[in-house]
């Protein structure tokens, strides 16, 4: 199974945002999206931690109400959207592979399964491992995978992928390669495939999450 990168289809298309999403859905594929929580909590798909990248406001995200995130983004064109009107548009049809950024507090990841418990698609992922671990004690049923990044080791990889309850592993394309990696019995994904000689390269033997091609 592949995913779209954040729904970046191709150039055309940006990064989080419902549009971007619904082309991912309309070319049959499920997308990897991350998610922030607002000052009022709501969840949000977002990038990064503040507003700075994209909007040039040096403000966080965790700072700020919704009504205020999206009354910015929508004055750059920008609208950003809640996890809420992702997963509408989804009608449970596709996969979501939902990268929660932060460390969230256990009140807020139980808010998280709640919203989502009619989606049986949704699969929540992170570089915060906490945050996996938390929601496996709030309800071990609800699908969930590590994300890795380089330096982490193979033996690290490998170690972490046995954690009864984990569906999957996330990891950066350069452990694609390795023999350890790929004999793992686990499901795993890998992470940023950017040009068409990659993605025909490895995805007939690999799942891959991949963007403008």
Do not use: W
Not at 139 to 161: D, R, W, Y
């Amino acid at each position: 199974m592949h995913l779209i990168h954040r729904g970046i289809v191709n150039k055309k298309y940006k990064e989080n945002l419902l549009n971007s999403f619904k082309q991912s859905f309309k070319k049959g594929f499920g997308i990897e999206t991350d998610i922030h929580a607002t000052k009022d909590q709501k969840f949000i798909c977002y990038h990064d931690f503040t507003l700075k990248k994209i909007f040039k406001k040096k403000q966080s995200i965790k700072n700020l109400n919704y009504k205020k995130i999206k009354e910015i983004s929508l004055k750059d064109n920008k609208p950003i959207p809640l996890l809420q009107d992702l997963l509408k548009i989804s009608k449970n049809k596709f996969y979501l592979f939902i990268e929660i950024k932060p460390k969230f507090s256990t009140k807020l990841l139980k808010k998280l399964i709640n919203e989502t418990s009619k989606y049986s698609k949704c699969v929540f992922i992170s570089f915060k491992h906490q945050n996996i671990f938390k929601i496996l004690k709030l309800n071990k049923k609800t699908k969930v995978g590590l994300s890795f990044a380089p330096p982490t080791t193979v033996k690290s990889i490998v170690k972490k992928s046995i954690i009864k309850d984990i569906d999957c592993l996330i990891l950066d394309k350069s452990y694609i390669k390795n023999n350890k990696i790929q004999e793992l019995k686990i499901k795993k994904y890998f992470y940023t495939i950017k040009n068409n000689s990659e993605f025909k390269k490895y995805n007939k033997k690999n799942n891959l999450i991949f963007e403008n091609l």
